[in-house]
C-alpha cells in the first residue's frame, strides 16, 4: 500500500529546520543568473524550489570531486583503504532527472568489484525529490527520456500543489523522517485529485523533445558511427570537460598518489575525469585511442545511448540538459539527436 501525506506549504521551513537540527541538509540554493547550487541551508527561506537543474548534480555528495581512498607506507609496503565519511546528509528538493542519475549511479557502482566508498555515502543520504510541474528551460530533454515524471529513487517526494506539498514515502527512511517530523498530515480526496490533474496536465506539456522516439535512440546512434556530424562536433569543442563534469551519470575519475615530505608515506586520491580531455584515452607510449576531438565527442554520446543500454538495458541521459546548458560551443544535445536522426533515415 502506496504511503502519501500532506505537507502545508506554511510548515515547510518548520521541517527544514526539524530536520538541519540532526543532520545536514543541503538543497537548491541560487547564484544568480539562473545559477543555482546543492548548498547547505538551515531554513526554507533559503531554498530555491523553483530551479533550473544546479551547476553540478547530487552525484558529488555520492562520488566527491576530490577524494581519499588510501592511505600508504612505502616502507613497509602497507596500504589502508580509507573512507571519509562525512555525516547523514538530507538532499531536499531533487529533481526527477537527478534521481534517474542517482539510480544509474547506484546500478554502476554495485557490479562487482563494488565500489565501496561510494556504498558508504549512499548509506548517509536521505533523497528527498521534487516535481517538476513545467519545464525548466529549453535545454531539457526529460520528457523523452521518460524522466518527468517520478520513477522512484528517493525517500520521500515532494509534489507542490495550491496550498500543501503532496508527499510520497518512498522507503522505510523516509516514512520515519515522517513519523518523526510529527507535522504531515493525511491528504484527502482534493488532494488526490489535484495530484491526478497535475500528472494529466504534464502529459500535455511535456513532449517528446527530439525527433526520435526513446526506444529508437540507441538504434540511431549505433547507426551514426561514421556521420559527418561528429566531425563536426569536433571542430567546434574546445574540450573543456564541461559537459562530463555537469552530468549526472559520468563517473570516470583519475588517481592520483602523492608523497608526503618523508617520501615513505601518502595518499592515494580518487578526482573526476572527463573522456573530453585528450590525455584521457592516452596509454603508454603516447598512443591515444580518441585523438581528436569529434571522436571524443561520439564517445560521450554513445557512452549515453548505446553502451549503457547494452550492459545496464537503461540510457546514461536523464534529460536534465546540463550539458547543453553548460557548453561554451552551443553543442546542444537535442539539435545533434535531430542531426543524426536526419543524416541515418
Known amino acids: 500500500m502506496e504511503s502519501f501525506y500532506v505537507l502545508k506549504k506554511s510548515d515547510l521551513d518548520r521541517f527544514i529546520r526539524q530536520l538541519s537540527r540532526s543532520r545536514k541538509v543541503v538543497a537548491p540554493v541560487s547564484r544568480g543568473v ?12 533559503q531554498i530555491s524550489i523553483q530551479s533550473i537543474p544546479t551547476i553540478l548534480p547530487p552525484k558529488k555528495y555520492f562520488m566527491p570531486q576530490c577524494e581519499k581512498i588510501q592511505e600508504f607506507n612505502r616502507e613497509i609496503h602497507q ?17 526527477t532527472c537527478d534521481l534517474a542519475g542517482i539510480q544509474f549511479l547506484n546500478t554502476v557502482m554495485d557490479v562487482v568489484p563494488r565500489d565501496v566508498n561510494y556504498a558508504v555515502h549512499k548509506q548517509k543520504i536521505v533523497v528527498i525529490g521534487l516535481e517538476c510541474n513545467d519545464y525548466c528551460d529549453e ?25 500543501v506539498f503532496m508527499v510520497h514515502g518512498g522507503s522505510a527512511a523516509g516514512e520515519k523522517i515522517v513519523k518523526e517530523a510529527g507535522i504531515f498530515l493525511k491528504p ?20 517528446d523533445e527530439v525527433n526520435v522516439k ?7 546512434f549505433e547507426r551514426s558511427v561514421q556521420s559527418d556530424v561528429w566531425e563536426n562536433l569536433g571542430g567546434r569543442c574546445v574540450a573543456c570537460g564541461n559537459c562530463t563534469n555537469v552530468c549526472p551519470t559520468c563517473y570516470c575519475f583519475d588517481i592520483k598518489d602523492e608523497l608526503d615530505l618523508n617520501l615513505k608515506t601518502g595518499c ?3 578526482i573526476w575525469d572527463s573522456c573530453q580531455n585528450e590525455e584521457f584515452a592516452k596509454v603508454a607510449g603516447g598512443e591515444s585511442f580518441r585523438h581528436n576531438r569529434g571522436q571524443r565527442q561520439r564517445h560521450r554520446f554513445m557512452r549515453k545511448f548505446t553502451y549503457p543500454v547494452g550492459k545496464f538495458s537503461v540510457y546514461a541521459c536523464t534529460g536534465c540538459g546540463r550539458c547543453s546548458r553548460t557548453c561554451m560551443a552551443k553543442i546542444n544535445l537535442k539539435e545533434t539527436i535531430n542531426e543524426l536522426a536526419g543524416a541515418v533515415k
Open 34 to 45: 539562473k545559477n543555482f547550487v546543492f548548498a547547505e541551508v538551515t531554513s526554507a527561506a
Open 79 to 95: 596500504w589502508n583503504p580509507v573512507v571519509e565519511a562525512n555525516g547523514e546528509v538530507v538532499l531536499f528538493g531533487v529533481h
Open 139 to 163: 535545454y531539457a530533454s526529460c520528457r523523452v527520456m521518460k524522466n518527468h515524471l517520478p520513477n522512484g529513487g528517493y525517500d520521500l517526494f515532494l509534489t507542490e500543489l495550491k496550498d
Open 188 to 207: 484527502d480526496a482534493a488532494h488526490k485529485k489535484e495530484l491526478e490533474d497535475i500528472r494529466k496536465k504534464k502529459e500535455m506539456i511535456f513532449k
Open 214 to 220: 526513446r526506444e529508437d535512440l540507441r538504434g540511431v
Open 268 to 270: 592515494r586520491t580518487r
